[in-house]
């Protein structure tokens, strides 16, 4: 048990020395959570639009006025030409051109009605939907306005039930958790084993009298602290700085956090006994997880939308059960028992991601 | 230059001899892209629905019959009090609940809504477009079977992508990222990597200038990622069809340029970093922000001002702006001379800055 | 060949080089003797333009040091401490390689490649990747690579580390015919045996020379038999 000390406090007198390193993996989920905290956003704001108005009546320019004023959408340009609309679209200055009919304001509200024409950019298909969606809305809330008492359908005001103010941040704070805690442990784990095999240190290793597996959880355990520190302050930035609710269990939470960090540990783990050398261990942790945890755990992308096929290898994904936890916890407030589910997976995964290192490390023994 | 020639060569043996490597950098790329491209997509596949009927309309029926017969819905059931279908909601049976009021046709107070939505936002992506589709499906049902028609039409077209396929958008996007994760990692590796085996000593002792030793590892990666690069996009074309309705050549131009910005900066980080583990972090905090504020995944008009900039100053940015734009929109060269000159600028900048920073000489 | 006037090497507070002077002639091996960390390392890697020195000046091969280090490049090679050939490269790819940056080509490079995989007996091996080699072998090809464009000055950095006696003597053959050529060997080391093979030798202790004479001389004033006993003497 002495040994077992000794060789966790060596481990942490060498992660210690590279201060470089050590500022980056503390300062970075800080600088992450706060750029994107406040950057990202899946609302729509400041779109430019370009306007081909036939008619050139007043109805015409207080629609056009009603929706620049908005903030969802800022006139770019009056186009003169139809020419110019092909142009103007594939040179990325607006996203969406109204072409407004002659005969606009003559027909509108009187016998039929009024033709506008949306020509949407729709190589940002995101985009191109929720501006379709909005511009409706504001059509006919200008309708509404300029004849209240007429027969349309007066469609609400939508809510949005747990987020009133539809705050992105709330959805992007969970995944963007998971996603850091995920690689940064990946990654400093897969390196610590493929360091010493590369630099010959694992024969001593081996013949000390540390067993495989309290050498591999020795070089676990200092990473583990540091994440720890690092889940706290994602989660203190996240509540104090973005608002983030937490309806339910603070302990719940971080019982969570930890199980979830050990799983990320033990990836990094998985991978440095796959791998033969530090680069490639590196570049697995990194390049090869960044992308599959940003775009497979529900981080960016619902889940449900996703062929099938992927909807179960994202089931795999450690990340996206860590984030339907968050979620869970801090959004909707519940506990354990809607959530026992996903705890067990995570555990589940932790656990055989352990099992395969002990055995990929005994083999590695024997060679 | 011979000697830059013979870095070249050096550098490719050594990539292409290192087995372990090899598949990283040729095959994960490849089967991140085709795998991904499925998963990244806002598109709706089906919507759970709860009616909530708060004034015993007689239309209900009818409106839940085309509901259920609509491919993007399915109706779950219909609630006639608040409570119940909220419970469904916070189950999460239904993504969203359609209210109706009750004195749905008598006179009507102009600011009473007839139709509330309540939609479920915790996967807020959705949300928006949910919203869309929801409100579209309403206004035209009430449009076909009552006097309540909306008096002005909008009739839209979605240019480029008729079908609002994601996957043309994506494939290139992915595709642009992938490249740049893995050039900016191998080279942010490489001169620290020189420095950790000790060859840095012996290059360094020998007549080598910074700019053939810059050029030398800088010249290889080029050529791999272009190759990288090619190998996506003809294989985005052949198996998900993605078009490519501009010039060849413009991509070409885009391409080398854009693999010069972001292999500089890997070899500036390389020259920095005392190892490399620091360079392989320090890269990839940049590649993080870099990916995040692309503008792929998230909206850059939509970010506040000083974000937007950040966005602006990103090679990926403009990149993937000029790959859509050029293979959806055939968009020609001279539309595209901001971002050419943004990304020719940055690269000269980062080159420049990388050469100087290696020094033959502590 | 090279003289050294007061050259310093300072590492914020820590002075590891401390203004050493020495003059070496064309020709001669010049053993730079003394205990790991006395600052041998440091020394040698500023005479190569590896370390910018914190003061002093040298000049080598006829060029200045300080501002005419590109020069001393050309005329100089070098050995370092850590192994620096390139593991994933061939004997030749090496060769060739390090041939081509000093500007080695066509058929001077062929012949030059082929006089070092015969003189070292590898010639069935010359396809064989480098690291497969075992160290001493390594050695002495690292050694061949560093004169392969016949430079005035070779700096040699503790180039026997690690390896048994036998090849150290064997090693030590080859420089020795070297120096026979004309060219001048600047090496450093921690054996003190290898101290008899240099013309002269200077001893290094926390930096500064205390030491600098023929073996035979400085065992003749301290009235000792054996290099080990100089050292012995000297750094008490």
């Not at chain 1, 060498?14 to 600088?31: E, M, N, Q, Y």
């Not at chain 1, 996703?306 to 984030?323: D, N």
């Not at chain 2, 477009?129 to 909008?154: H, T």
Request: with cysteine; proline share 4%.
């Amino acid at each position: 048990m002495k040994q077992f000390i000794y060789f966790i406090k060596k481990e942490f007198i060498h992660i210690f020395r590279d201060t470089k390193s050590l500022i980056i993996l503390f300062a970075l989920p800080i600088i992450q959570i706060i750029l994107f905290g406040f950057a990202l956003t899946n609302e729509i704001k400041n779109v430019n639009f370009a306007v081909y108005d036939n008619s050139k009546s007043d109805t015409s320019l207080r629609l056009i006025n009603k929706i620049d004023a908005t903030d969802y959408f800022t006139l770019h340009k009056y186009l003169n030409n139809p020419d110019d609309i092909e142009a103007i679209l594939q040179s990325n200055k607006v996203k969406f051109v109204l072409v407004i009919d002659e005969d606009f304001s003559r027909l509108y509200p009187h016998e039929k009605q009024g033709d506008i024409q949306l020509l949407l950019d729709a190589s940002d298909p995101n985009i191109a939907t929720n501006i379709r969606g909005y511009l409706q809305n504001i059509i006919t809330t200008f309708s509404e306005e300029e004849f209240p008492l007429s027969e349309q359908l007066h469609l609400a005001t939508t809510k949005m039930y747990y987020n009133p103010e539809l705050k992105s941040v709330y959805l992007f704070i969970p995944g963007l958790m998971a996603f850091i805690l995920t690689l940064i442990s990946a990654f400093m784990t897969s390196i610590t084993l493929t360091k010493e095999k590369e630099l010959g240190n694992m024969e001593i290793l081996l013949i000390s009298p540390l067993k495989p597996y309290q050498i591999i959880i020795g070089k676990v355990i200092p990473y583990a602290l540091l994440s720890m520190i690092n889940i706290a302050n994602i989660l203190l930035l996240g509540t104090f700085v973005f608002g983030m609710p937490l309806q339910g269990s603070l302990l719940l939470l971080l019982l969570e956090s930890i199980l979830f960090l050990l799983n990320s540990l033990s990836l990094g783990i998985l991978i440095s006994s796959f791998t033969s050398s530090r680069q490639v261990a590196m570049m697995v942790a990194l390049a090869g997880l960044l992308l599959p945890t940003m775009l497979l755990s529900g981080f960016m992308f619902p889940i449900n939308n996703m062929p099938l096929p992927l909807q179960y290898f994202s089931k795999i994904v450690p990340a996206t059960h860590y984030i339907i936890i968050l979620k869970g916890i801090m959004i909707k407030g519940v506990g354990l028992q809607y959530l026992y589910k996903e705890t067990l997976i995570l555990a589940l995964l932790t656990i055989f991601f352990i099992i395969i290192s002990i055995k990929k490390f005994n083999v590695r023994l024997d060679k | 230059m011979r000697i830059l020639f013979i870095l070249i060569i050096k550098e490719l043996k050594q990539i292409f001899r290192n087995k372990g490597m090899l598949p990283i950098i040729f095959v994960m790329p490849i089967l991140q892209l085709l795998i991904l491209a499925n998963a990244a997509n806002y598109e709706i596949k089906n919507v759970n629905i709860a009616i909530l009927d708060l004034g015993k309309n007689d239309f209900i029926p009818e409106i839940s019959a085309q509901l259920n017969a609509n491919n993007y819905f399915t109706l779950k059931g219909v609630k006639y009090d608040k409570a119940s279908a909220i419970s469904l909601l916070d189950r999460g049976e239904v993504d969203a609940i359609i209210a109706f009021q009750h004195n749905f046709s008598a006179q009507r107070m102009p600011t009473t809504p007839q139709v509330q939505l309540i939609i479920n936002t915790i996967d807020g992506a959705s949300s928006g477009i949910v919203l869309s589709y929801i409100s579209g499906f309403i206004e035209q049902y009430f449009a076909q079977n009552s006097a309540m028609k909306p008096l002005i039409n909008l009739e839209y077209t979605n240019k480029f992508n008729s079908k609002l396929d994601y996957k043309t958008v994506m494939v290139p996007g992915i595709l642009v990222i992938l490249v740049s994760l893995i050039g900016v990692f191998l080279t942010a590796m490489n001169i620290a990597r020189e420095k950790e085996i000790g060859t840095i000593d012996q290059l360094n002792v020998s007549p080598i200038t910074k700019l053939q030793f810059i050029g030398g590892k800088l010249f290889p990666m080029l050529i791999i990622g272009l190759g990288e690069l090619f190998f996506g996009i003809i294989l985005g074309r052949v198996l998900y069809g993605i078009p490519f309705a501009g010039n060849p050549l413009t991509v070409i131009t885009f391409a080398i340029v854009f693999l010069f910005v972001m292999l500089s900066f890997g070899l500036l980080i390389s020259t920095k970093a005392d190892s490399q583990q620091q360079a392989m972090l320090i890269a990839y905090v940049f590649l993080v922000v870099f990916i995040m504020f692309s503008g792929l995944f998230t909206s850059i008009e939509s970010m506040p001002i000083w974000a937007n900039r950040i966005s602006q100053a990103i090679p990926i940015t403009h990149f993937i702006t000029v790959m859509r734009s050029v293979m959806l929109k055939a968009t020609p060269l001279h539309l595209l001379y901001r971002e050419l000159l943004i990304l020719l600028g940055t690269g000269g900048l980062l080159f420049t800055v990388a050469t100087l920073s290696y020094k033959k000489s502590e | 060949m090279i003289t050294v006037n007061n050259l310093t090497k300072k590492f914020g507070k820590f002075t590891a080089v401390d203004e050493i002077s020495f003059e070496v002639p064309k020709g001669e091996i010049f053993g730079f003797l003394g205990a790991n960390g006395a600052g041998k390392t440091t020394a040698i890697k500023m005479l190569c333009g590896l370390s910018k020195p914190t003061s002093g000046s040298a000049n080598i091969a006829g060029y200045d040091l300080l501002s005419q280090v590109e020069q001393v490049k050309l005329n100089i090679g070098y050995m370092s401490q850590k192994f620096s050939l390139y593991d994933d490269l061939t004997i030749s790819e090496n060769i060739d390689f390090y041939g081509g940056l000093y500007r080695l080509k066509g058929n001077e490079l062929k012949q030059k490649k082929e006089k070092i995989v015969q003189e070292l007996g590898l010639n069935n091996q010359r396809n064989a990747l480098v690291g497969f080699l075992p160290l001493g072998w390594k050695q002495k090809l690292a050694f061949s690579v560093a004169t392969i464009h016949d430079p005035k000055i070779l700096f040699l950095d503790e180039p026997t580390s690690g390896v048994d006696p036998i090849t150290r003597r064997k090693f030590w053959e080859i420089i020795i015919a070297t120096a026979n050529q004309g060219i001048t060997i600047f090496v450093t080391t921690h054996y003190l045996d290898e101290a008899e093979y240099c013309d002269r030798i200077s001893i290094m202790v926390n930096g500064k020379i205390i030491a600098l004479d023929s073996p035979a001389n400085l065992k003749q004033q301290l009235n000792v038999s054996t290099t080990a006993e100089i050292f012995a003497q000297l750094t008490r």
